[in-house]
């Protein structure tokens, strides 16, 4: 069974940093792209940011040169180093895998960016 896990939300400061983790399991991690979303309130889910097996990354243009991925495959894990937070920032980030059958999301980590 396929699962990913978000941690590393929480309240920040304008100017402030997070990082947000996702580990999965159930699917050969080094193997398998992970994109990032988020759902700010009454808005659809965008997509943030992705990162590809080789370690290739892209970013929308709303974080491009604030926030950065990294992937430990040793350790199934994904990061989303999020510096410079705006209260735009705020929302659920959800982390996102798939493979050739289906897509697997996690449960969601609140990012709130406020002073």
């Known amino acids: 069974q396929v699962q990913l896990v978000e941690s590393g939300g929480g309240l920040v400061q304008p100017g402030g940093s997070l990082r947000l983790s996702c580990v999965a399991s159930?699917?050969?991690?080094?193997?398998?792209?992970m994109d990032w979303y988020r759902q700010a309130p009454g808005k659809e889910r965008e997509w943030v940011a992705r990162?590809?097996?080789?370690?290739?990354?892209y970013y929308a243009d709303s974080v491009k040169g604030r926030f950065t991925l990294s992937r430990d495959n040793a350790k199934n894990t994904g990061y989303l180093q999020m510096n410079s937070l705006k209260p735009e920032d705020t929302a659920v980030y959800y982390c996102?895998?798939?493979?050739?059958?289906?897509?697997?999301w996690g449960q969601g980590t609140q990012v709130t960016v406020s002073s």
């Open positions: 159930g699917i050969i991690f080094s193997s398998n792209i």
């Open positions: 996102k895998t798939w493979t050739s059958r289906q897509s697997y």
């Open positions: 990162i590809f097996t080789t370690g290739n990354t």
